[in-house]
Each structure stands twice: as structure tokens, then as C-alpha cells.
């Protein structure tokens, strides 16, 4: 009887362990197909795909297997099932076969990209697992499983290459450091740190060119750190690249006010671009409607200081121009002799410029730019111009017709100039802009 009473409690421990028992399930992240995907499938697939994720994710690989065997090896399901569930059974090599067979036909799936993160990291292949992130990301932005990943594998590879990156430094081994920092920027482009290192790596190797890139990307990320704007501004002066490091400089002037040194470097660089400070009145020419002379003077003188060079001529006499803000460009470009002095010795500042005496003023500027070898060729033959609001007895003729010939200046659609037309400050831009792009 006792024998009997052991027999049914066995029997009924089996039956009450079969029926609890459950598959572990897997310790990978498995998501549905794309319902864009599922959507082409036929009745058939979809249920056997359905049971096949469904067994899967329960961990009956083998199950899961038998129905993905019933699937078309074209069909969405079968070779990204086959990938997970090889992945599931540690046959990692049939598993990276089934996943790459399935980009061939679903490039796009993010999918199978994680399988491949998943597959890649738990074989030791951060640097690809990294890629795959990349590419889940790309088609999906907002992926939260993929996003802590990557974010999480980021943080890592990027500190490793870093401290490869110091250590080899550490031991003068300069261009296995470079290596480790570039690497450290293929996972974090944003790294401060290692854009800054390697700028002044290549700045001790005298590389300025590599060196200004890495400064300017640090400086991108970390614009008001004066560190890096006091190195980015010493490489941009060293380059010769003036125009730049004064722009940088008077940015570190202004979080560091009443530096000596910084004022010092920027009147330096100021005093080598012969940078002369600038009124709000020239600042304005642009939004004039009608420009005077005092205004197309000080474009002139601006526009092509260090183009002209020095005169030897004495000033001109001139009696009106004294409180003209651009009193010092007016006898700058009255001496080279490009714009006129009145008998009367007046200048007339204020004078609204017309098309006529614009014309004028570019061929004489035109002329002494030739002289000084700057090569600039007419378009068309002058005495073949013909012009309807003009006569040839005009004194303007003559003037008009030359600037018309390097098509500075144009004609309208009846062949008319408009020579008694005032100038715009934005049209006088425009043409001394076409002047300085044919003389470089």
C-alpha cells in the first residue's frame, strides 16, 4: 500500500513539473517585423511567422526552427528568423550567414541590423557592433533600445581610445597616439578632448593646416573656453591666416577684458591687415538708395586698400570735407587721382553720385589698376556701342562706353544708360565686387 501511495506521488510530481514548466526565455531583445513588412505577407507567413517569433522569444529555438523552415527563403521572416534563432543557440557563425543573407534582400530593416549589433557584441566585435548601431539609428532616430546601446558602447570605445591615445603620448609615440585620437572621433566627432589633442599634436609637428581643423572643431564645440581660443588664434596667426586669429582674438578680449597681451596680439594683427575702424555711416551704404560721393570714396579706399598702394602725389587742397566722416578717404582717392577736386577747391561730400559720373570714377579706377599690372580686358570694342540716351559730344560718352565694354556697367533693353540715374549703395557693391573678382 505505502508502495503504491510513492508510485501516485511520483506520478503526480511528473505530471505537476511538466505542467508548470516554462522555456527560459532569451536574453537578447527581439522586436515584431516592420507592420510595413508583415502587411506584403501572405495569410500563411504571417501566422507562421507570428508562431515562429512567438516561440522564440518563449526560447523553443528548435520549434521556432522547424516552422521557419516551412517559409519561402525569400520570404521577410525566414532568414531573419533563422539569424535569432541561431544567435539563441550560440552558432554565432550561422547565425552572421543568416543575417547578412537577409540585408541581401531587406537592406533597410532595422531588424536585422540588431540582430547583427547583438550578435556582434557577444562575440567581442565592438567596432562593428558599433557600425550596426549607427545604421538602426539612421532609419530610426527615436529607437530607445538601440539608443542606450549605442550611447552606452559610444561612452566606452570613446574613453579606451582616449586612453590609448594618452598613454602612447605619454611615451612619445606620437603617431600611434594620433591614431588612438582619430579613433576615439569615430565614435565621439564631438570630443573636445581629442580634437584638442590633436591639434596640438599637429602644431609641435608644425602640420598647421591639420592643427586650425581639430582648433576650429574643438572651438565649435567649446566656443567660449579661452584655452582653445588662445590656441586656435596662435595657429591662425603662425598659418598667416590674420584675418581669422583677429577675429578669434577679439573674441578671447572679450571674455577676458583688459588682458594686455590679448590687446597687443589684436592691435598687432589689426596694424598688419591695416584694418582701419569703420563708421556706422560706412556700415550703412548699403541700405542707401542714392550714394554720395563721400560714400563711393570711402567704398573705393576700403574695398581696395592694399590693391592701390601709396601715391606719391601730395593731397589736394580740398575746404568742404572736414566734417565729412570720410574725410581721410576722400584724399586718399582725390590724390591717386580717381575721383576730382572742384577749381574751388570743394569736393561737395554730399553730392549724390550719378550712372554718368560712376561711370567716370570706375574707368580711372580701372586705369590705375592696369598701370599696376592688374589685367583687365574689354569685352567689346568701345566704338562699337551704341548708346540711345547719350550723344558722342557728351563728355560722358567717352567714359561710359569704356566701362560698358568690360560689362561693369550695362545698358537696358532700348540700348539706354540712364546717365543722370543715381547709384544705390547696394549696385555701387556690386560693381566694385566685379572689379576686385576680375583683378584676382
Request: with cysteine; glycine share 4%.
Amino acid at each position: 500500500m505505502v508502495r503504491k501511495t510513492t508510485i501516485v506521488f511520483i506520478l503526480l510530481l511528473w505530471f505537476w513539473s511538466c505542467a508548470t514548466y516554462q522555456p527560459l526565455k532569451p536574453d537578447f531583445y527581439l522586436e515584431s517585423l516592420p507592420q510595413t513588412v508583415v502587411t506584403t505577407l501572405s495569410l500563411d507567413e504571417r501566422i507562421a511567422t507570428e508562431e515562429a517569433w512567438k516561440n522564440l522569444r518563449e526560447g523553443r529555438e528548435n520549434k521556432a526552427q522547424k516552422i521557419l523552415s516551412r517559409l519561402d527563403y525569400k520570404s521577410p521572416g525566414y532568414y531573419v528568423g533563422y539569424g535569432y534563432t541561431y544567435f539563441a543557440l550560440s552558432k554565432y557563425q550561422e547565425a552572421e550567414e543568416s543575417f547578412k543573407a537577409a540585408l541581401y534582400y531587406y537592406p533597410d530593416m532595422p531588424l536585422i541590423h540588431l540582430g547583427l549589433v547583438q550578435l556582434y557584441q557577444k562575440t567581442g566585435r565592438e567596432n562593428l557592433a558599433f557600425a550596426e548601431y549607427r545604421e538602426v539609428l539612421k532609419r530610426r532616430p527615436d529607437h530607445t533600445w538601440a539608443k542606450q546601446g549605442y550611447n552606452a558602447l559610444k561612452a566606452k570605445k570613446t574613453e579606451e581610445a582616449l586612453e590609448e591615445g594618452k598613454g602612447f603620448l605619454s611615451q612619445g609615440n606620437r603617431e600611434r597616439s594620433k591614431e588612438s585620437f582619430l579613433k576615439a572621433l569615430y565614435y565621439s566627432p564631438d570630443s573636445t578632448e581629442a580634437h584638442l589633442t590633436l591639434a596640438k599634436i599637429y602644431k609641435a609637428e608644425n602640420n598647421l593646416q591639420n592643427a586650425i581643423l581639430h582648433f576650429e572643431a574643438a572651438y565649435s564645440h567649446e566656443s567660449e573656453n579661452p584655452d582653445i581660443l588662445e590656441d586656435y588664434g596662435e595657429a591662425l596667426f603662425q598659418a598667416e591666416k590674420f584675418t581669422k586669429s583677429l577675429e578669434v582674438y577679439e573674441e578671447l578680449l572679450e571674455l577676458q577684458p583688459g588682458d594686455e597681451e590679448i590687446q597687443s596680439r589684436i592691435e598687432a594683427l589689426r596694424n598688419r591687415l591695416g584694418i582701419i575702424e569703420l563708421s556706422s555711416q560706412y556700415h550703412n551704404i548699403p541700405t542707401r538708395e542714392a550714394i554720395s560721393k563721400e560714400e563711393v570714396a570711402a567704398l573705393i579706399a576700403v574695398k581696395f586698400k592694399g590693391i592701390l598702394g601709396d601715391t606719391k602725389s601730395k593731397p589736394p587742397i580740398i575746404i568742404d570735407i572736414s566734417t565729412s566722416w570720410a574725410s581721410k578717404f576722400i584724399l586718399e582717392i582725390t590724390s591717386l587721382g580717381i575721383m576730382d577736386v572742384y577749381p574751388s577747391h570743394t569736393f561737395q561730400p554730399q553730392k549724390i553720385v550719378t550712372r554718368a559720373e560712376m561711370a567716370e570714377i570706375l574707368i580711372r579706377l580701372i586705369n590705375l589698376l592696369k598701370a599696376r599690372g592688374s589685367r583687365l580686358i574689354q569685352q567689346f570694342p568701345p566704338e562699337k556701342i551704341q548708346i540711345s540716351d547719350i550723344s558722342p559730344d557728351n563728355y560722358y560718352h567717352h567714359p561710359i562706353t569704356q566701362i560698358v565694354s568690360y560689362q561693369i556697367m550695362d545698358l537696358s533693353y532700348d540700348k539706354s544708360f540712364l546717365p543722370d540715374q543715381p547709384v544705390s549703395g547696394q549696385k555701387a557693391l556690386k560693381i566694385l565686387d566685379i572689379i576686385l573678382n576680375l583683378i584676382k
